[in-house]
């Protein structure tokens, strides 16, 4: 990039940059949580969850002495719940390994649990202007479409010819004004689809803009299809209880709470499942299990369709630590698909109000 469209970069990010808290502050944990959040989330999602997550931890030492079921709750619809699991390990390593104060350098920034080049990059450039490129799926389309590379992104050699790029591209005086910046300019001008290429800073030496096809890059990199999958799942109604667990630490959903869910397996009916994960959970053997709605979601490589079903019981099973009041539900963290099927019911199951009629289907 010319030293010309490299400051034309700059004198359009500080006219043009959309507004966000976090850019109001040099606070490196701030930042920090901003950049967690944004990774695979929109600023205009992220936003809310940054502003009511500084309301409650404001400080590393907050985060630190918070239980982890009330940062996950805090986290819960941003997916990805290792990061705030991470977060909470990092937030504990600030403050045995650097005395409370969050680190600017990248060195330290990377040894952090959950903290990655990206991170680390982004970070430390912003909060104290240190000499580190970013390269995310944004700045990977501006270097792509600019220099003209043609070669799957995806592949490590063309990763590491985007580092060598964008560390040489970085301005020398603002290197987290210039990240930013990047970062904007694939978000609001170098767009995936129908680039603002006229009104673009860099447009004066971009490769891809010469051609008049510059959605041609980057290359786009075939995705696995999704596969297809049902999941059901039991709201077990007992004396205005219900059954939940905390799921094991280490999986997809590490730490939050769920009903009763398991997947229908080949040669499976729905009932037979439903059937099955009652007995498995609740014991006896006479259930009714009755339909009480449906969500669809996606979930790493699947496409699932979860189905809930009521199931009331007379006494609780085994695991009474498990059964928590209704009331109680909307206070743990849990899977985005079941918060949102919690959220669409609950009314009727609190007040009582419940499809008894409706017969279980099958599929
Ligand atoms: S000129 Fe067009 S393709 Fe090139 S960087 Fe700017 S917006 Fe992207």
């Not at 043609?150 to 591209?169: H, M, Y």
């Not at 630490?249 to 398991?262: E, K, N, T, V």
């Not at 059964?323 to 206070?331: G, K, P, V």
């Amino acid at each position: 990039m010319t030293p010309t469209s490299k400051q034309a970069l700059l004198n359009w990010f500080d006219v043009h940059q959309r507004e966000m808290p976090w850019r109001l502050t040099k606070d490196p944990y701030a930042i920090w949580v901003s950049e967690m959040m944004l990774q695979q989330t929109q600023v205009v999602t992220a936003t809310p969850y940054w502003q009511r997550w500084m309301e409650r931890f404001p400080t590393v030492a907050s985060l630190a002495d918070a239980p982890l079921d009330d940062v996950l709750m805090h986290w819960q619809g941003l997916g990805y719940y290792a990061r705030a699991r991470n977060m909470h390990k990092a937030a504990s390593v600030v403050l045995s390994d650097h005395a409370g104060v969050f680190p600017t350098s990248y060195d330290d920034l990377l040894a952090l649990p959950g903290v990655g080049p990206y991170t680390a990059a982004a970070v430390s450039s912003i909060s104290s202007n240190a000499h580190r490129a970013v390269v995310d799926a944004n700045v990977i389309r501006v270097l792509c479409r600019h220099e003209g590379i043609e070669d799957n992104p995806k592949l490590p050699a063309v990763q590491v010819r985007l580092q060598t790029i964008a560390d040489a591209n970085l301005d020398e005086a603002r290197p987290g004004d210039f990240n930013q910046a990047m970062m904007e300019l694939g978000a609001t001008l170098c767009t995936p689809k129908s680039p603002f290429c006229d009104r673009c800073p860099i447009g004066d030496d971009c490769i891809a803009k010469k051609t008049r096809m510059p959605e041609r890059y980057p290359l786009p990199v075939e995705k696995p299809k999704a596969i297809r999958r049902t999941d059901v799942l039991i709201i077990a109604l007992c004396d205005g209880m219900t059954y939940t667990h905390q799921l094991p630490q280490d999986g997809l959903w590490g730490g939050l709470y769920s009903f009763p869910r398991i997947s229908v397996m080949d040669g499976e009916s729905v009932i037979e499942t439903v059937t099955r994960l009652a007995i498995d959970i609740l014991g006896g053997e006479n259930h009714q299990p009755v339909e009480l709605g449906r969500i669809r979601h996606a979930v790493t490589i699947y496409n699932v369709e979860l189905i809930a079903y009521i199931v009331n019981v007379t006494e609780f099973a085994a695991d009474h630590h498990n059964w928590r009041s209704l009331s109680e539900i909307d206070t743990f963290p849990m899977p985005n698909p079941q918060a949102k099927l919690w959220a669409q019911h609950k009314h009727e199951l609190l007040s009582g109000r419940l499809p008894v009629s409706q017969p279980a289907l099958d599929l």
